[in-house]
């Protein structure tokens, strides 16, 4: 069956960097854009970043712009989300999505459209 499974998450210091991982099984990887997206109680989900099928297409918030930079390796069927000089604000739950669709912009802006998601992992920026 279909699976994203996000791993990588943890507890950094401000300032720190860390890699999360989506590993992808059960469909075709090749053709779907994969986003990433973050969640911290109390807030609105926010669309964080995306990597488009071609790899041709990404898009970054603004909040990360310069900070964050993804990547993806369609033979191990993986997207990465390296994030650097992490701030307090960049704590919460973070998921990635795929949506079988050539480009980044429907994926962030109608994620209610998307059809796999994965369980999530918890970054926390702390001291």
């Known amino acids: 069956q279909v699976q994203l499974v996000e791993s990588g998450g943890g507890l950094v210091q401000p300032g720190g960097s860390l890699r999360v991982s989506c590993a992808a099984s059960?469909?075709?990887?090749?053709?779907?854009?994969i986003g990433w997206f973050r969640q911290a109680p109390g807030k609105e989900r926010e669309g964080v970043s995306c990597?488009?099928?071609?790899?041709?297409?990404?898009y970054y918030a603004d909040s990360v712009k310069g900070r964050f930079t993804i990547s993806r390796d369609n033979a191990k069927n993986t997207v990465y989300l390296l994030m650097n000089s992490l701030k307090p604000e960049d704590t919460a739950t973070y998921y990635c999505a795929a949506r079988q669709i050539p480009e980044c912009t429907p994926v962030i802006t109608l994620p209610t459209r998307i059809p796999y998601w994965g369980q999530g992992t918890q970054v926390t920026v702390s001291l």
């Open positions: 059960g469909f075709s990887f090749d053709y779907y854009t």
């Open positions: 990597i488009s099928s071609s790899h041709s297409d990404t």
